[in-house]
Each structure stands twice: as structure tokens, then as C-alpha cells.
């Protein structure tokens, strides 16, 4: 009898994945331990492992379908052996939730896709049903969008943005024919044999005031009143497994935590000067510290002198933890990511930068493991990058509280009865009030502010 392959739970909030590309095709032999397929979660993009040896004998999800947990995948049993995909049947209805009814406990496994200016939401996902009650995979409809007008995100799977990086094809514009108008594997090889998406090809003229896009994001918004770019056409684009993820933990986290902010401003003078010295020292040897890694190692060591902070809500009581895991938030396409630096406070400020930029790259690629965006005990979220001088972060659950980040920003300041010119950063924490009181924050943002206006203190 055949074994059927279905689609596993490869995140903890997984509920749906996008089958991105078959790595076998129908009739292949395959043993266990071999990579069947690319699975696009709601986190990542990962392998499809098989577990059983034999032949495939039946493809039940083509590429580029949205597919249930728990449904069928595929089949392998022995050469020549007949298959059929599995009835689906109707799911029962879900029962109607309870007013008084508490939320899902939020695992430090939940801290995977993270809050930040906008944070999400999560439900706990429900267990698969038997097979025969299982749903079968539901392809993305097949008609294409067009390809993105100028200065608009575009919507491209990771292995699809690879590849066109790899055969210098300009993914803006490529015509999409994935779910929601995403760009595919498919739709980078026919643009390829077309020849009219290669870079430096001829390309429609655009307005030279109209700025190019970065991330997604236009710099400067306010150009289109001065070059009139006509806005695109009503639309409305079907929800990504990760934004969706984001919708139900921002929902979750806004209306069961109850968030207080606190703010505090930062002498960034002393650490601009260390990080310049450092970098200037250190730069033969392949080492740029951010601000961003002092703050991180700031965070830890703050942690570790006022540990009830690293701590989260439990309906039992108040969960204080052992270990200080950072996590520091990461956009990335159609949402953002949370990888975690485990045992932050134990590793110095040039490991956390090698590590820290290691994670965030491979979590733009989606080529993070579970273990690495999840356990996080505390979050950093840093827009002063962006430009942005200050903002209240969500929470991440099960954290406690989320430290966000604002950029260095010179402005007159008074210094020994004169005003000089100084360099100052925002810092604001928002808190679980049910964990985290007034003082006991307070207390925490002075620890971080004493360790970042004596960042040497943060290199013993």
C-alpha cells in the first residue's frame, strides 16, 4: 500500500504552506532522507524530506498551491502501483469561542514573527484531522498579475528572487502568476526565455522625480504629489501565509497584553565614538559594529541586573527565566522575522555583530531554522536606521517587553549650564503591566541607558 506524503507542521504557527517546487517528478525513485519539495511557511522556506523508499507515484499539490496542514502531498509505494488522492471530506465546524474562554499560553516558541511598529498576532493552530477528513490542496488561482508598476513592492517567492538574481532578470518586471500574483520559479524561466525582463533591457519610462523603491519601502512618499504617478488601480491581494501570521498576533498581543510606555533619551555621543574607533581598528579584520550590537549586548546586560524583566505572563503566575535570549526584529518581504541570539549576555559585542548579521541575512533569504527565530526572552526593535527618532513597539508574546529603538539625532543640549551641540538617542519599553510595574521598567531603561553612556564597560 502506498504511503502518503502530507503537508507537515514545519513551524509552530504554521497553519497553510506554499508548495514553491517539486525537487522530484512523478515516476523518480526516491529512498528516505531525500528533499521532495520547497515549502514556503509562514516563517521560512524549507526542504520537504522524505521517509519512506520507493517510487513517487502520485504528485497530489502542484507548484505554487496553497496546501492545508495535514493534507495530502504526494504518494510513494512500489513501481506501477495504482493511487488516488484521498476523498476530501468536510471539516467539522469550528465550535463558537467562549467569552470567558483564556487565550492560547504564548510559548517562547511564538516569538518567531515579531512585533516591531506594526507586530503580529497568532492563533494557536488546530490539530490535523484524520485523513479522510483532511481538505485537499487548494491551487492558487491561475490567472497572472501584471508585472509591478514603478516604485511598487514586489511580491517574488525566495527561490524565485535567487534565481532571477542568478540569470540578471529584473523581477519588477516579471508577471506573476503565483498565489496572490507572487512571482514564481516559472514565471523567472519564461521571462528569461522571453529576453524582455534582463537587466539593462529597455524599460517603460518612468518620471525621473519617481525615486526606486528599497525593501518594498519609497523613501520619499511625498514625490508623488510633485511627479503626479498615477496610483494603481483598486485591488486586493490575498494574505501570505506570514502576513496573516502578523494580522492574528497583533490582534492577540493589542488586546490581551496590557501595554504602558516608558521613554528615556540616551548620551550617544560616548558610544558614536567608541563604535568609530572600534570599526577604524577592527576593519581590516572584516568587523563593522553596528549601533545596533551595542544595543543588543546593552539589552543583555541590563537583563542581568534587573532579571525580572526577563520574564513572561503565565495563567499560573509569573514565569522568571533562567536563560537571556535576545531577539531582534528583521524585516523582510511581506512582513518581519524575529531571529534570536541565544545566551546574549554570555557573548561578547564582535561575536554578537558576526552572529547578528549572519541571522538577518539568512532570514531575508527565509532560510532560517525554527530554533532560531523562536525562545527569544526579550526583543529589540531598531527603526533608527530608517530615520525614525521615536516609536512604541507591541509586544512580542511571551516577553515581557520590547525595547524600541529610535536613531542618533544631534540637537542642542545643555552641558555644564551651556548649550553645546549633542548627539542623543530615544529609547522606549513598552511592558506587560501584568509582569512588569512602573519602577520595575524604569529601573531596567536606566540600566540600559548607564551600559550605552559607558559603552566601554559592554567590551569586558
Given at each position: 500500500?502506498?504511503?502518503?506524503?502530507?503537508?507537515?507542521?514545519?513551524?509552530?504557527?504554521?497553519?497553510?504552506?506554499?508548495?514553491?517546487?517539486?525537487?522530484?517528478?512523478?515516476?523518480?525513485?526516491?529512498?528516505?532522507?531525500?528533499?521532495?519539495?520547497?515549502?514556503?511557511?509562514?516563517?521560512?522556506?524549507?526542504?520537504?524530506?522524505?521517509?519512506?523508499?520507493?517510487?513517487?507515484?502520485?504528485?497530489?499539490?502542484?507548484?505554487?498551491?496553497?496546501?492545508?496542514?495535514?493534507?495530502?502531498?504526494?504518494?510513494?509505494?512500489?513501481?506501477?502501483?495504482?493511487?488516488?488522492?484521498?476523498?476530501?471530506?468536510?471539516?467539522?465546524?469550528?465550535?463558537?469561542?467562549?467569552?470567558?474562554?483564556?487565550?492560547?499560553?504564548?510559548?517562547?516558541?511564538?516569538?518567531?514573527?515579531?512585533?516591531?511598529?506594526?507586530?503580529?498576532?497568532?492563533?494557536?493552530?488546530?490539530?490535523?484531522?484524520?485523513?479522510?477528513?483532511?481538505?485537499?490542496?487548494?491551487?492558487?488561482?491561475?490567472?497572472?498579475?501584471?508585472?509591478?508598476?514603478?516604485?511598487?513592492?514586489?511580491?517574488?517567492?525566495?527561490?524565485?528572487?535567487?534565481?532571477?538574481?542568478?540569470?540578471?532578470?529584473?523581477?519588477?518586471?516579471?508577471?506573476?502568476?503565483?498565489?496572490?500574483?507572487?512571482?514564481?520559479?516559472a514565471d523567472v524561466l519564461a521571462a528569461e526565455k522571453s529576453g524582455?525582463?534582463?537587466?539593462?533591457?529597455?524599460?517603460?519610462?518612468?518620471?525621473?522625480?519617481?525615486?526606486?523603491?528599497?525593501?518594498?519601502?519609497?523613501?520619499?512618499?511625498?514625490?508623488?504629489?510633485?511627479?503626479?504617478?498615477?496610483?494603481?488601480?483598486?485591488?486586493?491581494?490575498?494574505?501570505?501565509?506570514?502576513?496573516?501570521?502578523?494580522?492574528?498576533?497583533?490582534?492577540?498581543?493589542?488586546?490581551?497584553?496590557?501595554?504602558?510606555?516608558?521613554?528615556?533619551?540616551?548620551?550617544?555621543?560616548?558610544?558614536?565614538?567608541?563604535?568609530?574607533?572600534?570599526?577604524?581598528?577592527?576593519?581590516?579584520?572584516?568587523?563593522?559594529?553596528?549601533?545596533?550590537?551595542?544595543?543588543?549586548?546593552?539589552?543583555?546586560?541590563?537583563?542581568?541586573?534587573?532579571?525580572?524583566?526577563?520574564?513572561?505572563?503565565?495563567?499560573?503566575?509569573?514565569?522568571?527565566?533562567?536563560?537571556?535570549?535576545?531577539?531582534?526584529?528583521?524585516?523582510?518581504?511581506?512582513?518581519?522575522?524575529?531571529?534570536?541570539?541565544?545566551?546574549?549576555?554570555?557573548?561578547?559585542?564582535?561575536?554578537?555583530?558576526?552572529?547578528?548579521?549572519?541571522?538577518?541575512?539568512?532570514?531575508?533569504?527565509?532560510?532560517?531554522?525554527?530554533?532560531?527565530?523562536?525562545?527569544?526572552?526579550?526583543?529589540?526593535?531598531?527603526?533608527?536606521?530608517?530615520?525614525?527618532?521615536?516609536?512604541?513597539?507591541?509586544?512580542?508574546?511571551?516577553?515581557?517587553?520590547?525595547?524600541?529603538?529610535?536613531?542618533?539625532?544631534?540637537?542642542?543640549?545643555?552641558?555644564?549650564d551651556a548649550i553645546v551641540i549633542g548627539e542623543r538617542m530615544a529609547?522606549?519599553?513598552?511592558?506587560?503591566?501584568?509582569?512588569?510595574?512602573?519602577?520595575?521598567?524604569?529601573?531596567?531603561?536606566?540600566?540600559?541607558?548607564?551600559?550605552?553612556?559607558?559603552?566601554?564597560l559592554l567590551l569586558l
Amino acid at each position: 500500500m502506498a504511503n502518503i506524503i502530507e503537508m507537515p507542521k514545519l513551524s509552530d504557527t504554521m497553519t497553510t504552506g506554499t508548495l514553491v517546487k517539486w525537487l522530484k517528478k512523478e515516476g523518480d525513485a526516491v529512498k528516505t532522507g531525500d528533499m521532495l519539495a520547497e515549502v514556503e511557511t509562514d516563517k521560512a522556506t524549507m526542504e520537504l524530506e522524505s521517509f519512506f523508499d520507493g517510487t513517487l507515484l502520485k504528485i497530489f499539490a502542484p507548484a505554487g498551491a496553497q496546501v492545508a496542514l495535514g493534507a495530502p502531498l504526494a504518494a510513494i509505494g512500489k513501481p506501477g502501483e495504482k493511487v488516488d488522492a484521498p476523498a476530501p471530506a468536510k471539516a467539522p465546524p469550528a465550535p463558537p469561542a467562549k467569552s470567558d474562554e483564556k487565550p492560547a499560553p504564548a510559548d517562547q516558541e511564538k516569538s518567531g514573527t515579531t512585533p516591531t511598529a506594526k507586530t503580529e498576532a497568532q492563533a494557536q493552530p488546530a490539530k490535523a484531522a484524520p485523513a479522510a477528513d483532511r481538505p485537499a490542496a487548494t491551487p492558487a488561482p491561475a490567472a497572472p498579475t501584471a508585472a509591478a508598476a514603478p516604485g511598487e513592492r514586489v511580491r517574488i517567492s525566495p527561490l524565485a528572487r535567487k534565481l532571477a538574481a542568478d540569470k540578471s532578470i529584473d523581477p519588477a518586471r516579471v508577471t506573476g502568476t503565483g498565489p496572490g500574483g507572487r512571482i514564481v520559479r516559472a514565471d523567472v524561466l519564461a521571462a528569461e526565455k522571453s529576453g524582455s525582463a534582463k537587466l539593462g533591457a529597455a524599460a517603460p519610462a518612468r518620471s525621473a522625480a519617481a525615486p526606486a523603491a528599497r525593501g518594498g519601502i519609497d523613501p520619499w512618499p511625498w514625490r508623488s504629489v510633485l511627479d503626479q504617478t498615477p496610483l494603481p488601480a483598486d485591488s486586493t491581494v490575498a494574505l501570505s501565509n506570514m502576513r496573516a501570521t502578523i494580522a492574528r498576533r497583533l490582534v492577540e498581543s493589542k488586546t490581551s497584553i496590557p501595554h504602558f510606555y516608558l521613554e528615556i533619551e540616551v548620551d550617544a555621543a560616548p558610544l558614536t565614538a567608541l563604535r568609530n574607533q572600534l570599526n577604524l581598528g577592527l576593519g581590516a579584520r572584516g568587523v563593522k559594529l553596528s549601533v545596533n550590537d551595542f544595543v543588543l549586548k546593552a539589552s543583555a546586560a541590563a537583563l542581568r541586573a534587573v532579571p525580572k524583566v526577563n520574564a513572561a505572563w503565565d495563567q499560573a503566575g509569573i514565569k522568571f527565566l533562567s536563560a537571556i535570549h535576545v531577539s531582534f526584529a528583521v524585516a523582510i518581504e511581506d512582513g518581519l522575522i524575529t531571529p534570536v541570539i541565544r545566551d546574549t549576555d554570555k557573548k561578547s559585542v564582535v561575536d554578537l555583530s558576526r552572529e547578528a548579521k549572519d541571522l538577518g541575512k539568512r532570514a531575508k533569504e527565509k532560510k532560517l531554522a525554527p530554533a532560531e527565530f523562536t525562545g527569544g526572552t526579550f526583543c529589540v526593535s531598531n527603526l533608527g536606521m530608517m530615520g525614525i527618532e521615536r516609536f512604541s513597539a507591541i509586544i512580542n508574546p511571551p516577553n515581557a517587553a520590547i525595547l524600541a529603538v529610535g536613531t542618533t539625532v544631534r540637537k542642542p543640549v545643555v552641558q555644564d549650564d551651556a548649550i553645546v551641540i549633542g548627539e542623543r538617542m530615544a529609547l522606549t519599553l513598552s511592558c506587560d503591566h501584568r509582569v512588569v510595574d512602573g519602577a520595575l521598567g524604569a529601573q531596567f531603561l536606566n540600566a540600559v541607558k548607564a551600559h550605552l553612556e559607558q559603552p566601554a564597560l559592554l567590551l569586558l
